[in-house]
């Protein structure tokens, strides 16, 4: 029998957005600040005992070891490369260098990757590291960033590496993705991913922990800024509590892609 499953996925990493609108922020500021947007990241998922998926840098792994120790307990760990500052340059063995300091500081098996600002990279390396997902693609056209139209917004295998698509609407190819979130009344958005839900049986959202901190104090656009903390964790919640109505599955990346090898989430049309 088919059910629906929702993904939730956090992207994990330095609090270095400030940098690309020419304000610098102290290494230990973008730690703390992303520390505190988890903590009301996780009275949500702890309160509706729910499991997400963590993209995670290397970095942010690596200083912060007993936040994804307690992560990994309940919640997926998946790979966000290395390091996320705009100022670093990607480069292939970023990938196995972050799984390697996420698996020894997790404990769990890295199967996932996203890249940073979900940029286009050689997804070969990822067949060649083993990993058994990606979820870097973003299927929409967003002006500035990239127009990805014409890829395919359903989950799909090629070369062995599961793709799993950030969810848009079926059609307009609407991104349902953090900015929405943030910019949309909740009634708007949370129809918008029950109509994606239903039509395609599955739903990838992806925010940041950052958001959830209070930004009052960073020269931000206001789209990026507000809302923000308390307010921004109010809908979280009252977004999944708007999902669990529908009767999905909360379930990690890596467990969708169990479910979707099973043939228990059906191929649903554009």
């Not at 690596?62 to 997926?76: D, S, T």
């Not at 890249?115 to 997902?133: I, S």
């Not at 929409?140 to 127009?147: C, M």
């Not at 953090?178 to 839900?197: D, H, V």
Request: with cysteine; net charge neutral; proline share 6%.
């Amino acid at each position: 029998m088919e059910r629906s499953f929702v993904m939730l996925t956090f992207d994990l990493e330095e609090f270095d957005i400030p940098e690309e609108y020419g304000q610098k922020v102290s290494e230990t500021d973008q730690m703390q600040v992303t520390l505190r947007g988890m903590e009301n990241v996780l009275s949500v998922l702890d309160a509706h005992q729910v499991r997400a998926t963590f993209f995670t840098t290397g970095r942010f792994a690596a200083e912060n070891p007993a936040l994804i120790r307690y992560l990994a307990q309940k919640h997926e760990i998946a790979s966000h490369a290395l390091v996320h500052s705009p100022a670093h340059v990607f480069r292939e063995s970023d990938i196995m260098e972050s799984r390697s300091i996420l698996e020894a500081v997790s404990g769990q098996t890295v199967n996932g990757f996203r890249m940073p600002r979900l940029k286009p990279f050689d997804r070969a390396a990822l067949r060649r590291g083993d990993f058994r997902y990606d979820s870097s693609l973003n299927p929409t056209w967003l002006p500035g960033r990239y127009n990805l139209l014409g890829e395919s917004p359903l989950p799909s295998q090629a070369d062995g590496l599961i793709e799993l698509p950030c969810s848009t609407t079926p059609w307009l190819r609407f991104p349902l993705f953090w900015l929405s979130f943030k910019n949309l009344p909740l009634r708007i958005y949370a129809a918008l991913c029950g109509f994606t839900l239903k039509r395609r049986g599955n739903l990838m959202l992806y925010f940041h922990p950052w958001e959830f901190a209070d930004l009052g104090a960073f020269k931000l656009p206001g789209y990026v800024k507000k809302v923000d903390g308390d307010q921004l964790t109010a809908k979280l919640d009252g977004l999944v509590s708007a999902l669990k109505k529908r009767n999905a599955a909360f379930v990690t990346c890596n467990a969708f892609c169990d479910k979707w090898e099973e043939g228990h989430v059906g191929q649903k049309l554009e």
